[in-house]
């Protein structure tokens, strides 16, 4: 995202900005269930073969993740900063229109094809000001290559997946299990290391993410400190942090309506001041001839 003249920059609406921060405290929320639920339902089990040779550790998700509930945390976060983008709009399309605003016309854009783009043109932009629509165009994610990583468009999608068509399926993945250690009884030798690539806890059933067999039982095993369970959701572009992801949204919405203002600001302050000078060389002109 390229930076913008500070000079230019008008701050958000106490309205707009209330939204934005309703949705980061559905963040928080989300989080703070994940880490109850982490520490309520993640235990290990030992257990012991019936002639006692073989032993094992299980470490055992007891509880399915409530995934449907999360989603709905998630689903209201993501509306919420979408919300936030629409409330601008329609606060610039009130400041600057000079005739009534129909609000089933105004919605920030959003567009991944040059169609969607005219169809927004066609119905909110005759109530903006010249600038600001050229502004809001340049960073359309239709004209940019990498839509898929794109903030403002993985926003739309998700509102649009959530709102129209389904619950985002909210899954549990452990961030980080590449330290987990055991020493057998009676062994002098160096502990036994398991490392552990991400899974995902299946939302019905729970299931076990680790199981270690071995032949002495064990002294200890223990979770490393930084092992922690991460709520996560899946697109077509693969497997995404939801607390990452919903920061990102948030700041998107906060980032692209102050950057558009800018731009525009500026662009019109610079047509201002060419049309200056262009009425000072006519002015030189017309000395010239007297």
């Not at 903006?128 to 290559?145: D, G, N, T």
């Not at 950057?259 to 019109?268: L, P």
């Amino acid at each position: 995202m390229s930076t913008q003249d500070k000079s230019y920059v008008t701050p958000l609406s106490p309205t707009v900005m209330a939204r934005v921060k309703r949705g980061l405290s559905h963040i928080e929320s989300l989080e703070h269930e994940v880490a109850t639920w982490a520490r309520e339902s993640t235990r290990i089990v030992h257990r012991k073969s019936d002639d006692g040779r073989r032993f094992e550790v299980e470490i055992q998700v007891v509880t399915p993740p409530p995934s449907n509930e999360w989603g709905q945390i998630f689903g209201d976060a993501v509306h919420k900063l979408r919300s936030a983008l629409d409330l601008w709009m329609w606060e610039k399309t009130k400041e600057q229109s000079k005739v009534d605003v129909e609000p089933r016309d105004v919605y920030f854009p959003v567009c991944t094809s040059a169609k969607a783009w005219r169809n927004w043109k066609a119905r909110t932009a005759p109530y903006l000001e010249v600038h600001l629509v050229m502004a809001l165009r340049s960073f359309q994610p239709y004209l940019h290559k990498e839509v898929k990583n794109n903030a403002l468009a993985g926003l739309h999608q998700i509102d649009n997946i959530d709102k129209h068509q389904e619950t985002i399926d909210i899954i549990v993945v452990p961030e980080s299990i590449a330290d987990i250690s055991f020493t057998p009884r009676g062994s002098t030798a160096a502990e036994r290391r398991v490392s552990l690539d991400q899974l995902e806890i299946d939302g019905e059933t729970g299931g076990v993410i680790l199981k270690v067999d071995f032949e002495q039982p064990p002294l200890d095993v223990q979770l490393p400190d930084s092992f922690r369970w991460v709520a996560a959701f899946k697109t077509a572009a693969g497997i995404h942090n939801t607390s990452d992801s919903l920061r990102i949204f948030a700041q998107a919405a906060q980032t692209y309506p102050m950057r558009a203002e800018a731009m525009a600001a500026k662009m019109k302050a610079e047509a201002g001041s060419e049309m200056r000078e262009s009425d000072d060389d006519t002015t030189d002109d017309d000395d010239r001839e007297k």
